[in-house]
C-alpha cells in the first residue's frame, strides 16, 4: 500500500533555532513529494514540490526540504524559525499513476519566542 | 495566482437536512477533488473529478455525492446530513498529472456543523 507518514504529531522549536518537520514515503514507481502548510482556519498553502533533480529543494518563506532515496524521506527544514512558522504542516506525494495526492496525518508546528 | 473559492466559510445544519457545499477555481483545472478533514486523521478524500460530467470514488464517499456541470464549478453533496459528518471541507483542483506534477490548490475550507 502506498503511503506518506509524518512521525510526529508535534514539534517544539524556539525562536530562532533550526526546524525540521519530518515525512517518509512509500509509493510505487518516481516519487513526486509535496509540503503544504496550513493556518488556523486555512485551506492548504503549497510550500514546495521534488519531482527530480537537486536533493535540496527550495520553497516559499525559506523552506527547504530534503529528499533522500535511500532513507525514503523528504523532511521539511529552515534555518532559523519565526513564530510565524507556527502551525499545521502536511507531506503529500502522489503515488502510482493516479491523480490522487496521498497525505500524511500533519505536524502541529509550535515555535515559542 | 490559482485562486479556488468555496461559498461558505462556516455552516450549521440539522440532521437530515440536504446540504450542498460549492467550490469553484479559475484556473481552468481538469481535476477537482474534496476532501474531509478532522483532527488526528488528516485529509480524506472524498470524491474527485478529471473532467465535466466525470467522477469518481475517493476514500470515503458514503454518505455524500458530486456534481460537476462546469469545468470550472464542483459541488459536494451531503444527500442526508448527519452529525458524523461535522468536519472542515476543503476543495482542491490541478491540472493533469501529465503537466509535470503540479500541486493542487487548495480553498480556504467550509467549516460544516450538523446539529
Known amino acids: 500500500a502506498q503511503s506518506v507518514a509524518q512521525p510526529e504529531d508535534q514539534v517544539n522549536v524556539a525562536e530562532g533555532n533550526p526546524l525540521t518537520v519530518k515525512c517518509t514515503y512509500s509509493v510505487s514507481g518516481n516519487p513526486y513529494l509535496f509540503w503544504y502548510v496550513q493556518y488556523p482556519n486555512r485551506g492548504l498553502q503549497f510550500l514546495l514540490k521534488?519531482?527530480?533533480?537537486?536533493?535540496l529543494v527550495k520553497g516559499s518563506y525559506g523552506f527547504e526540504a530534503e529528499f533522500n532515496k535511500s532513507q525514503t524521506s523528504f523532511h521539511l527544514k529552515k534555518p532559523s524559525a519565526l513564530v510565524s512558522d507556527s502551525a499545521l504542516y502536511f507531506c503529500a506525494g502522489y503515488g502510482g499513476a493516479t491523480n490522487k495526492l496521498i497525505f500524511g496525518t500533519g505536524t502541529l508546528l509550535a515555535v515559542q519566542p | 495566482d490559482v485562486k479556488v473559492t468555496q461559498s461558505s466559510r462556516y455552516l450549521v445544519k440539522r440532521t437530515g437536512e440536504k446540504v450542498f457545499l460549492e467550490c469553484v477555481q479559475d484556473m481552468d483545472h481538469e481535476n477537482m477533488f474534496w476532501y474531509r478533514q478532522d483532527p488526528g486523521l488528516g485529509l480524506r478524500l472524498i470524491y474527485f473529478?478529471?473532467?465535466?460530467?466525470?467522477?469518481e470514488k475517493g476514500d470515503i464517499p458514503e454518505g455524500y455525492s458530486v456534481s460537476r456541470e462546469k469545468k470550472e464549478r464542483f459541488s459536494l453533496i451531503l444527500e442526508s446530513a448527519s452529525t458524523n459528518q461535522t468536519s472542515m471541507y476543503l476543495c482542491?483542483?490541478?491540472?493533469?498529472?501529465?503537466?509535470?506534477?503540479?500541486?493542487?490548490?487548495f480553498g480556504d475550507g467550509t467549516r460544516l456543523s450538523i446539529l
Open positions: 521534488y519531482i527530480t533533480g537537486d536533493n
Open positions: 482542491a483542483s490541478s491540472p493533469p498529472r501529465g503537466t509535470g506534477n503540479q500541486p493542487q490548490h
Open positions: 473529478s478529471y473532467d465535466v460530467k466525470m467522477k
